[in-house]
């Protein structure tokens, strides 16, 4: 496995280095949907952690995202605290609020345990479109600053590839490590791995935290790029839509989500432009995906070069 | 005394598939349970090992009371167990499987930070290698032939390093070879590890020709419990259980 | 706080049940849907939204016919059903051996298509149909008010519920259908085809959701997002009467029902709330439903 990963190295270093070198396209479009794509590149990725890795499909995770959003964009506003300690705070009650949900979630299986992730999504979704003295309500959360020392789309560009990059290391290590080889066995069998000596519900809660922590922080920079917050990125079509990004990339490969939010967030873009009829594209998007291409993108291109590799 | 069972008794829905089960294990045994189908061996297994609750009784392994605890506890305590049917981890490969268990059992299970390629490489191929599957180790688990899962099964149960190991059908689907081999091969590990084995089977030969001691139970009891000649001597057993085989 | 007078109180609860019976068929078919094949149908509430739909087209052509009506709640409810089974029996089908997050994305890739589908036949515009002749008008209820229609919709839910109550329980059909949703597998040993059934069921479910949207259409407007709306409070009825239990879907969507009308009226900005921490408390408590049993699905 480690040999595959040298051949990727200099190829992920060159996407990085052109990622890094957007901003010199002086492309205001490609800087935002570059900073769009990196956010929700890092929002799909930690969903895939308990999707592709642990096996948990959790039809919610747009709660966190929410939940990051709207804690960092009010603790700044409302209770005018920096950038850097409100960041911190919406992953950490990213975190708190997945321990929480999840500690109930895990006790349940499949589609009883997509339901309840659902309905405490919905639920989430409800006080922030219903406590409009708080929130704002439908109206959103308006008006959100870039930090001081972001103050420009570029510069907040560097600081979300920055903080994603440094995110995914960390998601990456966490999965290549023990606790990450647990985790696949959990998915892949949860009764034996109870009977290898792992609590397993110890340990798909402390997925749900890591995921919710990660997810809450891609919300965080969502609010700050998009200078406001609303409810819909809490309701629920929000979580069937990561959900796409990563399957559409390849739910068995740890990059795959965020080359899922990429071409998805891309589509949606160029579509949007041409007609208004982006929900049937992506609908139809989606059926071929399940019907033909259950690998998503990375896995199909996966596929193709094993095949190469095997011919004489 | 390794294993202590003590008035085990099961109902579901008012039907007792176990009904005031009680025996002991010693160490280093080698000891079969044998009995017809629905003779409540694979429900007296799962009340062992923690996967079922139990109504009533108690269930004692090296002095501790086990009773209660779940199944990942038991297992942490030293009671290996194979299941019925093949229980392995199929998209990882063979020699993830293994390294999974020995990772838990060395207790690296929280550890979020090495790199997990090559942890435990030479315990976890030692294993592969004990049940056979060294060359193997790269192979996609979930496409081996059947026996081979059936190894590798073994081999994830031994990575815990049990004292007492639980078999429940171990050679359920196999070949008289497969089966002869799979056998010698139990018996051997048993006796290099110092192993204590219970296991449930079908197939009498096996059952003669390696356990020390047979259990025999029909319709959630115990009817009797001795040594191989005793049991197959002892005529209620012969009415209930070995009268049908006599025709397989 | 005041306490609006009983008669306010009785009409709204009247609308709590009428509001309750279409749940119930939306739900019930789900539910059936779910039980026999596992599948939870994300797009059942695309089904009621064409059912609506195609009644207002139906209507419009068919408006200067006797019973013209009723003619389109008919045609309107099959059109959705064959629907239903058409896709059951050329996509769905292909997706069983795969794992059931197929199925369920692929549920929810119809919802985007079929509502974008919706836009694309109807536009954006509201609709409405009108009731028929000898269901126009109201009847008094203690001083209040409240329409005929409404009447019959409350009457007609139980009449469903016991007509396949007795055709699951009584008929061959029926007991066929009851033995699929314990074990598929053991019933295609026995020769049944269980793919066949299947798309029999899928035609029955999405019949129930076309119905109800054909019967909504003259009391609540015809736009595009009825399908979203009511898919969720489908899922909540069913959660909370037991997936796959026919009179816990009845029970669940006269409890929904009541407390939207009534809690709307106690704390109409919590009453959407209570709905989902309703859910949340049944799936933590007694993750089978009120009325389900307690199978591992």
Redesign the interface.
């Given at each position: 496995m480690s040999r595959q990963d040298w051949l990727w190295l200099p190829v992920l270093f060159l996407v990085l280095l052109l990622v890094a070198l957007v901003p010199l396209t002086e492309s205001r479009y490609a800087v935002f949907l570059g900073t769009d794509i990196l956010i929700h590149g890092l929002f799909a990725v930690s969903l895939n952690l308990l999707l592709g890795y642990t096996g948990l499909v959790s039809f919610g995770q747009a709660a966190y995202f929410g939940i990051g959003a709207y804690t960092c964009a009010l603790l700044m506003k409302k209770a005018a605290l920096n950038f850097a300690l409100a960041f911190v705070a919406a992953g950490a009650f990213g975190a708190l609020s997945a321990l929480v949900f999840g500690f109930f979630c895990v006790r349940l299986t499949k589609i009883y345990f997509a339901m309840l992730t659902l309905a405490f999504s919905q639920i989430v979704w409800v006080i922030a479109f219903k406590w409009n003295s708080l929130t704002g309500g439908d109206n959103g959360f308006v008006g959100v600053p870039f930090p001081q020392n972001l103050d420009s789309a570029v510069r907040f560009y560097y600081f979300t590839l920055a903080v994603v990059v440094v995110s995914l290391v960390l998601i990456r290590q966490a999965l290549n490590s023990p606790f990450g080889r647990i985790l696949t066995t959990i998915r892949e069998n949860p009764e034996r791995t109870e009977f290898i000596g792992i609590n397993v519900k110890l340990f798909q809660l402390i997925a749900f935290m890591i995921s919710g922590f990660f997810s809450a922080l891609a919300g965080a920079l969502f609010g700050i790029f998009n200078h406001s917050v609303f409810p819909d990125i809490l309701f629920w079509p929000a979580s069937a839509e990561v959900l796409i990004m990563t399957i559409l990339g390849g739910m068995y490969s740890f990059l795959g989500p965020v080359v899922g939010a990429g071409v998805l967030l891309y589509l949606r873009m160029e579509v949007a432009s041409y007609t208004e009829y982006w929900p049937l594209i992506l609908g139809l998007i989606l059926a071929s995906l399940l019907f033909f291409f259950p690998g998503g993108i990375v896995g199909f291109f996966q596929d193709r070069v094993s095949r190469l590799r095997r011919k004489p | 005394m390794i294993l202590d069972v003590t008035g085990v008794t099961k109902a579901f829905d008012g039907f007792v598939a176990v009904r005031e089960v009680s025996f002991s294990v010693e160490k280093g045994e080698l000891c079969a349970i044998i009995g017809p189908n629905g003779a409540g061996k694979t429900t007296l297994f799962n009340l062992i090992?923690g996967?079922l609750p139990l109504d009533r009784g108690r269930v004692v392994f090296k002095g501790v009371d086990i009773t209660r605890l779940?199944?990942?506890r038991i297992?942490?305590l030293g009671l290996?167990?194979s299941?019925q049917r093949t229980?392995?981890?199929?998209?990882?490969t063979v020699f993830?499987n293994i390294?999974?268990?020995v990772?838990?059992?060395r207790g690296?299970?929280?550890?979020?930070?090495?790199?997990?390629?090559s942890?435990f490489r030479e315990e976890s191929e030692a294993i592969l290698e004990s049940v056979g599957l060294q060359d193997q180790g790269r192979t996609m688990s979930g496409s081996l032939a059947y026996g081979f899962q059936k190894q590798l099964e073994l081999g994830?149960a031994l990575?815990?390093q049990p004292e007492l190991l639980l078999l429940d059908e171990p050679t359920a689907g196999m070949s008289a070879k497969e089966t002869s081999a799979t056998i010698e091969l139990v018996g051997r590990i048993a006796r290099e590890k110092g192993l204590t084995l219970l296991f449930t089977e079908h197939d009498m030969a096996v059952v003669f020709s390696v356990s020390e001691r047979i259990l025999v139970l029909h319709q959630g009891r115990v009817i009797t419990t001795g040594s191989p000649e005793e049991v197959r001597a002892n005529p209620e057993v012969q009415k209930v259980y070995l009268g049908e085989t006599r025709c397989s | 706080m005041n306490l609006p007078d009983p008669s306010f109180l009785i009409i709204q609860s009247l609308n709590g049940l009428t509001y309750a019976m279409f749940l119930f068929l939306i739900a019930s078919g789900l539910s059936l849907i779910f039980g026999v094949m596992g599948v939870l149908n994300f797009a059942h509430g695309s089904l009621y939204m064409l059912g609506a739909y195609l009644t207002h087209q139906f209507v419009s052509w068919f408006i200067d016919a006797p019973g013209y009506f009723w003619w389109a709640v008919l045609l309107a409810s099959l059109g959705v059903a064959a629907l239903g089974a058409f896709i059951e029996r050329f996509f769905l089908r292909h997706l069983y051996i795969r794992e059931e997050l197929n199925q369920l994305l692929f549920t929810y890739a119809l919802v985007l298509i079929l509502s974008d589908v919706a836009k694309l036949i109807w536009g954006t515009d509201q609709f409405s149909v009108s009731r028929p002749a000898i269901l126009k008008g109201a009847v008094e209820i203690l001083g209040q008010y409240f329409p005929k229609y409404n009447i019959v919709i409350i009457f007609l839910g139980p009449l469903v519920a016991l007509l396949f109550w007795f055709i699951l329980l009584r008929t061959r059909w029926g007991r066929t259908i009851r033995a699929a949703a314990l074990d598929r597998e053991t019933l295609g040993a026995l020769g049944v085809n269980v793919n066949r059934l299947f798309t029999v069921v899928f035609f029955i479910g999405a019949w129930l959701a076309g119905l109800g949207g054909a019967l909504v259409s003259p009391i609540s407007a015809i736009v595009p997002g009825m399908d979203v709306e009511v898919i969720i409070n489908a899922f909540i009825v069913v959660v909370i009467g037991g997936m796959g239990s026919f009179w816990g879907t009845f029970l669940g969507a006269l409890i929904l029902g009541q407390v939207y009308s009534l809690g709307i009226l106690i704390l109409p900005r919590l009453s959407m709330v209570f709905i989902y921490i309703l859910m949340v408390l049944v799936l933590i408590i007694r993750p089978w439903g009120l009325l389900g049993r307690p199978l591992q699905r």
């Open positions: - | 090992t996967h779940r199944p990942h297992c942490r290996g167990r299941f229980n392995i981890f199929p998209r990882l993830e390294q999974a268990a990772l838990v059992h690296r299970s929280l550890d979020f930070f090495t790199p997990v390629a942890l994830i990575a815990s | -």
